[in-house]
């Protein structure tokens, strides 16, 4: 086999889609020949791939024309409760309307994450549902130049044909912070997590913003090093010298290593330390003292999700983008307040 030969094996849609300057859904409307596309546009696409010497196949050919009753899930690696809830309510409203879920699953890796959105594509899903905070604004493109509807849980991620699902913690954490500075209590920490970063920045939003109010500065995020694999390593260390008045936390594993290394570094919750977390689950309800967190709607979103998801599949008029779900806030043993 000749080089020649070898470098047009080589050829995808995404060669001839990138040539062309048109999406991936073009093209393939191109290779079968649809009505849909404008004549220059076709001529492009056609330039493109003689100029490239493209042989469309089979899942090209269908990408565009054939409908899979498949919407793809793409999930982080992360076991906690809160997205096995999700997961459910998003399966029974998919039962209701016979749509089969493709999951994915993904870590932080780029590269990773590049192959998830390519199976995605290759796979002609009808649809996306993204919860994962590792998305770049390329792969987001990507996605975007699919030209299917997505929806992305709890993320503010923009495209022209994507919705957003999500719980509304900035606000939630925005009334706590301003409850506990109304009493006079400004020596506050919000704890890093790694896993969850969009979260964690809609969170210090909150923070900032109930700071702001009040004339005052926001100083007390705590960053996990990357030197430390988990962040119970780094708390211990990080409380044998430090006491605040309120810790926050997003997750509860974060909250049962707050309590566990404060208790070993002699500090008391609640009578030294209020602890909070934002994402209630019964591991919260299990420790001692128990944790005061805010029970969100995690079965909810999921299902709200996909309900969205048919309304887009189904061409209904969609006359908003953002559905906010909120929060209650439920106190317990780790609070005075």
Not at 34 to 55: F, H
Not at 87 to 98: E, Q, S, T
Not at 285 to 300: G, H, K, L, N, Q
């Amino acid at each position: 086999m000749n080089a020649f030969n070898d470098e047009k094996k080589k050829v995808t849609i995404y060669s001839v889609a990138h040539e062309a300057g048109v999406s991936l859904a073009t093209v393939s409307r191109v290779i079968n020949d649809s009505s849909l596309v404008k004549a220059d546009t076709k001529k492009k696409v056609q330039e493109a791939i003689a100029k490239l010497g493209y042989r469309p196949n089979a899942v090209a050919q269908g990408l565009a024309l054939k409908k899979t009753t498949t919407i793809a899930l793409v999930i982080p690696d992360t076991s906690f409760l809160y997205i096995g809830k999700i997961i459910n309510g998003l399966l029974d409203v998919a039962k209701i309307y016979k749509y089969n879920i493709m999951l994915h699953t993904s870590s932080s890796s780029i590269n990773e994450m590049d192959e998830i959105v390519d199976n995605i594509v290759k796979s002609r899903a009808d649809g996306v549902i993204v919860y994962n905070d590792y998305l770049t604004e390329k792969q987001v493109l990507t996605l975007s130049n699919f030209q299917v509807p997505i929806v992305y849980v709890g993320h503010d991620k923009q495209s022209e044909n994507s919705c957003n699902v999500y719980v509304d913690y900035k606000d939630a954490i925005y009334k706590l912070v301003t409850d506990y500075l109304d009493k006079g209590i400004d020596d506050i920490v919000l704890i890093e997590d790694k896993k969850n970063k969009l979260i964690i920045e809609s969170l210090i939003d909150g923070v900032n913003k109930a700071f702001d109010e009040k004339g005052k500065k926001f100083n007390g995020f705590i960053s996990i090093p990357d030197n430390f694999h988990n962040s119970y390593d780094y708390l211990n260390k990080y409380f044998a010298d430090h006491t605040h008045k309120l810790v926050i936390t997003l997750r509860d594993s974060q909250a049962m290593a707050v309590l566990n290394t404060c208790k070993e570094n002699g500090i008391d919750i609640p009578k030294d330390t209020d602890l909070v977390c934002m994402m209630d689950s019964r591991y919260n309800e299990m420790a001692r003292p128990t944790i005061s967190s805010f029970v969100t709607p995690a079965y909810d979103l999921g299902a709200l999700a996909m309900r969205v998801m048919t309304k887009m599949l189904s061409d209904d008029e969609i006359m908003q983008r953002e559905y906010q779900l909120a929060c209650i806030y439920h106190r317990k043993e780790s609070t005075k307040y």
